[in-house]
T-cell receptor, first 106, second 116 residues
Framework: DAKTTQPTSMDCAEGRAANLPCNHS???????VYWYRQIHSQGPQYIIH???NNETNEMASLIITEDRKSSTLILPHATLRDTAVYYC???????FGTGTRLTVIP | EPEVTQTPSHQVTQMGQEVILRCVPI?????FYWYRQILGQKVEFLVS????????KSEIFDDQFSVERPDGSNFTLKIRSTKLEDSAMYFC??????????????FGDGTRLSIL
């Protein structure tokens, strides 16, 4: 199973872009990378997913390196409500890691 | 936007008692999941369910646990003889059948289970 590695925590100033990295060097060629977040004790919330092209939706952008060994989730203008734990996980790997705790600072 | 709903939001049960946690997945979804999160720890996968059978389960999902889709809308998790260490948030999730199980999961807000 593909494994992912994320920094434990990050801070970001309110209004600035938050860039959250993830290494997934063991991902296979046809596996998507999914990003979720968990705000406090709420259920995880789907953010975005991608295979090899960069993706953007109303919540975030996802940049995937050409070799697909890593990706970066970008929240273009972080707000205080974006403070959460962010997880990147491959599909069919149903196991959440510890994720990155993002704290948006006023 | 359709949501996954879970009831009750908080369940308090005596140790040794049986408990059933209920979930109503999004109506056209066919893949269903249960996760748990012990306070302060990570989200842990328990079981996935498709086509009326378990498709995958973790080591946590032992004989004490069972899942059922009793009708066309509900998906339940039963814990037969609860232990103190079963105290946790339990999250239900569902995903769209198009493209198989590799679809985003939509989570409910969870049931907080407290075992006394």
């Amino acid at each position: 199973d593909a494994k992912t590695t994320q920094p434990t925590s990050m801070d970001c100033a309110e209004g600035r872009a938050a860039n959250l990295p993830c290494n997934h060097s063991t991902i296979s060629g046809n596996e998507y990378v999914y990003w979720y977040r968990q705000i406090h004790s709420q259920g995880p919330q789907y953010i975005i997913h991608g295979l090899k092209n960069n993706e953007t939706n109303e919540m975030a952008s996802l940049i995937i390196t050409e070799d697909r060994k890593s990706s970066t989730l970008i929240l273009p203008h972080a707000t205080l409500r974006d403070t959460a734990v962010y997880y990147c996980i491959p599909p069919n790997n149903l196991f959440f890691g510890t994720g990155t705790r993002l704290t948006v600072i006023p | 936007e359709p949501e996954v709903t879970q009831t009750p939001s908080h369940q308090v049960t005596q140790m040794g008692q049986e408990v059933i946690l209920r979930c109503v997945p999004i109506s056209n979804h066919l893949y269903f999941y249960w996760y748990r999160q012990i306070l302060g720890q990570k989200v842990e996968f328990l079981v996935s369910f498709y086509n009326n059978e378990i498709s995958e389960k973790s080591e946590i999902f032992d004989d004490q646990f069972s899942v059922e889709r009793p009708d066309g809308s509900n998906f339940t998790l039963k814990i037969r003889s609860t232990k103190l260490e079963d105290s946790a948030m339990y999250f239900c999730a569902s995903s769209d059948p198009i493209g198989g199980s590799s679809q985003p999961q939509h989570f409910g807000d969870g049931t907080r289970l407290s075992i006394l």
